[in-house]
């Protein structure tokens, strides 16, 4: 066992921030409770901070709005697209609700949407890594231990697809299939593994002349017990960190491809879809699409410190 204090300091860091993250997007949603319904007409862009006060009348409508001012027996509910005068007998029940990171152009609060669209988000990314790493390390290895000829089939075909734009694979790809969780998550795994299958190949050669696997092989046994006993172990600091830095490109990846339009549905909240959205907004409220790009800036960089955190260790 390594004693904390020895550990480096950028993977604590990446390490914590990840771990704040994961913990926000789980339990923010238990904590928060009951966000306010969306309401495009009138708490439209919201700023952060702002005391929503939510009003549900006899007719089943809800209205949500920053500003409710009373004048006699009726209620002023103004927004930036609609003002109603609503009689103060309709009126259900009233609650305020805060919105701590305010609302995008529908209505919908944007912390909310946040947490459920990091879930997605990490979620897509970590098993399009996983897809990757299994691609990568069965190429890696089948090309490092299967005889001239395999290894240069294997290898000339890897050289030939990172020689091609991933992004611009990326792109294609998504454009002829339809958008969805596990459409995505085969996309960015398939798209990725190029790279950690020739670093597996290099780690593999360079340990496969030891005398302990040559041993193995003397001795007669299976070689996926040599894979698993004897080149996994040897080989797993180099690709846990080429794992983490990954995971930050697959989040952008993701991102960008929502950005433009050709991840998830647009009902569907991820961080990439958030900032485009916000971009449409931009001159008239910052919030929207600033705040999901900070998080999105902020996942790749704690993924980053992880990586080179990896490393030193």
């Known amino acids: 066992m390594i004693a904390a204090h020895r550990l480096p300091r950028r993977l604590i860091a990446g390490a914590t921030g990840l771990l704040a993250i994961c913990c926000a997007i789980i339990l923010g949603p238990h904590f928060l409770g009951p966000g306010p319904p969306s309401d495009p007409a009138h708490s439209a862009l919201a700023p952060p901070g702002t005391m929503l006060r939510v009003l549900e009348l006899d007719d089943g409508r809800t209205l949500v709005s920053p500003s409710v001012t009373a004048e006699g027996d009726l209620l002023i509910v103004d927004g930036p697209y609609s003002r109603e005068e609503i009689p103060e007998a309709l009126v259900f029940s009233s609650r305020m609700v805060r919105s701590w990171l305010g609302t995008d152009r529908y209505g919908r609060d944007i912390l909310r949407l946040m947490l459920v669209g990091g879930r997605l988000s990490l979620m897509i990314a970590g098993l399009g890594a996983l897809v990757s790493l299994i691609v990568g390390l069965a190429v890696g290895m089948g090309a490092a231990t299967g005889g001239r000829w395999i290894d240069t089939l294997l290898m000339r075909g890897v050289d030939a697809l990172m020689a091609f734009p991933t992004l611009l694979l990326l792109i294609l790809c998504a454009a002829v299939l339809d958008p969805g969780p596990a459409t995505l998550v085969v996309l960015l795994g398939l798209t990725s593994w190029m790279g950690l299958a020739r670093l597996v190949r290099g780690q593999v050669l360079s340990v496969r002349e030891r005398q302990f696997v040559m041993a193995a092989r003397v001795a007669g046994t299976p070689w996926y017990r040599v894979w698993s006993w004897h080149f996994l172990p040897e080989i797993r600091g180099p690709v846990a960190q080429d794992v983490a830095l990954r995971l930050g ?59 080179d955190g990896i490393q030193e260790l």
Do not use: Q
């Not at 879809?273 to 999901?292: C, Y």
């Open 249 to 307: 490109d697959l989040v952008l990846a993701e991102a960008t491809l929502s950005y433009l339009g050709l991840g998830l549905p647009p009902t569907t909240p991820t961080w990439g879809l958030l900032v485009s959205e916000g971009h449409r907004v931009m001159m008239d409220a910052w919030w929207p699409a600033t705040i999901p790009g900070l998080a999105i800036a902020f996942l790749v960089i704690c993924f980053a410190l992880i990586g």
